[in-house]
T-cell receptor, first 115, second 112 residues
Framework: DQQVKQNSPSLSVQEGRISILNCDYT??????FLWYKKYPAEGPTFLIS?????DKNEDGRFTVFLNKSAKHLSLHIVPSQPGDSAVYFC??????????????FGKGTLLTVNP | DAGVTQSPTHLIKTRGQQVTLRCSPK?????VSWYQQALGQGPQFIFQ???????QRGNFPDRFSGHQFPNYSSELNVNALLLGDSALYLC???????????FGPGTRLTVT
């Protein structure tokens, strides 16, 4: 039973346009969400996160939106650049007293940004 | 500042053998987690170590065990290797109570 789902295996966008990556979750106990980017032959790189007490978090070209009622989050990249081409993973965590516990990942979405 | 480092980079083992993978966390980080990533899948949580003790464990058999040393580095041991253990093994570290985990480049294990 996959608790974090990324239903689009791949996404292709033009340079300069917006990239929107989507993620759904089923476990209502999740209260912290993260996005990671992964290039081939490298480990995942942390991009941006959001707590369940917020509905938006922005960092430069990256914005994450959280819709708790729909159990849905999305990552927006504006403007998209060819260097953004990578696999993007959505991850979720259940926090407990501020402690850092396991991350549950989706299967990833391959983003290709065309020049 | 060195990030998370893992060794070896690649490893080929035979079914039934045992393997040890090593991880050094990012400077200032005291919590280490291990993940298994099969081809086409997202990373799956194996276990997490803090203060030299296993704090949480995922759905992996007892063949998977670990250890954390006083300098916060960690080892992952897998006994009686199966073909299905072939995967990328990722180590991640974090500074105590922070939620963001920082990953190393991984060890690619192939079991033949």
């Amino acid at each position: 039973d996959q608790q974090v789902k990324q239903n689009s295996p791949s996404l292709s966008v033009q340079e300069g346009r917006i990239s929107i990556l989507n993620c759904d979750y089923t476990n209502s106990m999740f209260d912290y969400f993260l996005w990671y980017k992964k290039y081939p032959a490298e480990g995942p790189t942390f991009l941006i996160s959001i707590s369940s007490i917020k509905d938006k978090n922005e960092d430069g070209r990256f914005t994450v939106f959280l819709n708790k009622s729909a159990k849905h989050l999305s990552l927006h990249i504006v403007p998209s650049q060819p260097g953004d081409s990578a696999v993007y993973f959505c991850a979720a965590s259940v926090s407990s007293g501020g402690s850092n516990y396991k991350l549950t990942f989706g299967k990833g979405t391959l983003l290709t940004v065309n020049p | 500042d060195a990030g998370v480092t893992q060794s070896p980079t690649h490893l080929i083992k035979t079914r039934g053998q045992q393997v040890t993978l090593r991880c050094s966390p990012k400077s200032g980080h005291d919590t280490v987690s291990w993940y298994q990533q099969a081809l086409g899948q997202g990373p799956q949580f194996i276990f997490q170590y803090y203060e030299e003790e296993e704090r949480q464990r995922g759905n992996f058999p007892d063949r998977f065990s670990g250890h954390q040393f006083p300098n916060y580095s960690s080892e992952l041991n897998v006994n009686a290797l199966l073909l299905g253990d072939s995967a990328l093994y990722l180590c991640a570290s974090s500074p105590g109570e922070r939620y963001e985990q920082y990953f190393g480049p991984g060890t690619r294990l192939t079991v033949t």
